[in-house]
């Protein structure tokens, strides 16, 4: 057999809070984590959230949900929005969206001329005329990029200098003279890039327009020649990364684009609208359904087969990814249900070796991680920030059975000892008492002595009653040396259209000063039932479990 398995099995009365509480059940299951080896890895920072060129005008079914989120004039003096920024600790932020390729940028020998924002226009390109990014708002947001520590990617317009035909096909060779002097000037003032990314939805089909795979792959190999060719006079070793195409996945498309820019490529990119537009009224009832959830991994597992077997090192990555194209919808893209379609598109892109994701938006829209006109955190931020601090690189082969509404996912811990678990259960009227089989060489528990830290005195346990996830509690004193952290994650008064979030019971709502309220375990037993509650997310770091893929 040659491997040693444990199994470390949570036993829970059979009746628990659940019973005699009419249309609530309680049922057992089992979470199967493979720590033998990891399945797949992402980077150190794989969360990723983008900031888009959109104006107030973009209105989608009637509702105009973009209020002042755009590049030109979102407000980076706001303290929520540079605390919630700061809190990631770093932020990868992707710049760009439907208009990037509309964008000319402003240089230095022609500060005289014109520089205007968009126009609404209906006979042009999406509805806009072009629009020009003056050096001064460059500056502004740099400035505000240093000052979060976010990792900045940015989406350069790949249509300057193409001209586009009756067919919508953009012909002819890219001209990067614009695009050269704003990186000119971006390596002048020592600004840090972590990637220069060519184009948006051009790919493939595109959307309004596209390019064909050799010109792009073409116009690909320029960047990659322009950035060495400026980074290097410039005496800087460590060049950003080389990012494309940022469109949705075609299969042919990509596998011939990975193939002509070997060399050329750091990051293949795709966007990913799984749930379709935002108009429909079933989004919710799409959320909820495992089978629409599993169907929403094949584009991952695609791109990967093909990453796999390209000579071509570049790696995987979602540049976009909003659940709902057009804007989302309010009431559903910005409240607790959204967060089961999240999380869950986090823990699938992982296990298929996605190294970053970049969530459509950091505000601006009904889908934003942060309200467009408060700048308040809606769930979404929650989760995402929750995964960023919790679950590190390496990803375990994680599986979940007794019930299809549950998801289950499995990292090594982050920056600690042990695993990182996600539970998502999208059923409103089962409770789930799990037990957990790790199986693995060395997947043993240990007594570590560094982690004393753990708060250990009188820790409530929360146990879940029927009444969508409201918990009750009871204190234990429980050993330093055997313990879990977990992080309850449910909607206030157990409405999953609530744009509220409960973190073990908790209202989490910024202060008066703009802080980000602390994200606070509580700490468990490791003997004690691990209970996963109606409609609820949970995180379980168990500091304690050595298994030899986190070794």
């Known amino acids: 057999m040659g491997s040693l398995v444990w199994f470390l099995v949570f036993v829970l009365c059979g009746c628990s809070f659940t019973c005699g509480v009419k249309g609530y059940v309680s049922i057992e299951g089992t979470v199967v984590i493979d720590g033998e080896t990891p399945i797949a890895e992402t980077d150190e920072n794989f969360v990723c959230a983008t900031l888009d060129w959109w104006p107030s005008a973009k209105c989608d079914y009637g509702n105009c949900s973009w209020g002042n989120a755009s590049l030109f004039n979102l407000d980076l003096k706001n303290v929520v929005f540079l605390n919630a920024v700061k809190a990631f600790s770093p932020l990868k932020i992707r710049l760009g969206g439907t208009l990037q390729d509309k964008v000319i940028y402003q240089t230095e020998d022609n500060k005289q001329q014109p520089c205007t924002p968009f126009a609404q226009n209906s006979s042009r390109l999406f509805g806009f005329t072009e629009a020009c990014l003056p050096l001064a708002r460059w500056d502004e947001l740099n400035s505000f990029f240093n000052q979060s520590g976010a990792l900045v990617i940015f989406g350069l317009n790949a249509l300057h200098g193409k001209t586009i035909q009756a067919n919508n096909v953009a012909t002819g060779p890219w001209d990067s003279t ?26 493939g089909n595109g959307v309004g327009v596209r390019i064909d795979v050799d010109p792009y792959a073409s116009d690909t190999i320029a960047l990659h020649g322009l950035i060495q060719d400026i980074y290097s006079k410039n005496n800087i070793i460590t060049k950003p990364q080389i990012i494309a195409p940022g469109g949705f996945f075609d ?25 379709g537009a935002g108009s429909q009224g079933n989004l919710v009832e799409k959320i909820l359904n495992s089978t629409v959830l599993d169907n929403g991994a094949g584009v991952f597992r695609d791109l990967n087969n093909i990453v796999k077997k390209s000579q071509n090192p570049a790696s995987a990555w979602v540049g976009e990814a909003g659940g709902a194209y057009n804007s989302g919808r309010d009431g559903v893209t910005n409240t607790f249900v959204f967060s089961f379609w999240y999380l869950d598109q986090l823990g699938a892109s992982s296990t298929y070796d996605t190294k970053t994701y970049c969530r459509q938006t950091l505000m601006g829209g009904n889908y934003g991680l942060l309200n467009t006109t408060t700048f308040v955190p809606n769930p979404d931020y929650y989760s995402a920030l929750l995964w960023h601090r919790l679950m590190g690189k390496s990803v375990l082969s994680t599986s979940f059975t007794g019930s299809r509404k549950i998801r289950a996912y499995a990292h090594c811990a982050k920056k600690s000892q042990g695993i990182t678990l996600l539970l998502i259960n999208i059923d409103g009227n089962t409770t789930v008492n799990a037990k957990v089989d790790i199986h693995g060489r060395v997947a043993h528990m240990q007594n570590h002595s560094n982690i004393h830290h753990h708060r250990h005195h009188h820790v409530p346990r929360h146990h879940h009653r029927g009444s969508k996830g409201t918990p009750l509690q009871h204190s234990k004193q429980v050993s330093a040396n055997n313990v879990r952290e977990e992080y309850h994650l449910t909607p206030l008064g157990g409405d999953i259209h609530s744009q ?44 304690n479990f050595d298994v030899s893929a986190c070794m």
């Open 178 to 203: 614009n695009a050269a002097s704003l990186i000119r000037y971006t390596v002048k003032k020592g600004y840090n890039i972590f990637g220069w990314e060519l184009g948006n939805e051009l790919s």
């Open 251 to 275: 299969y042919n498309w990509f596998q011939q684009f990975l193939s002509k820019t070997v060399g050329s490529l750091d990051s293949i990119t795709h966007h990913i609208y799984s749930l």
């Open 500 to 543: 509220t979030v409960l973190l073990n019971g908790k209202k989490l709502t910024v202060d008066s000063s703009g802080v980000i309220p602390a994200l606070d375990p509580v700490t468990v037993d490791s003997l004690e039932p691990l209970i996963v509650a109606p409609y609820s997310i949970v995180f379980i770091h168990m500091p």
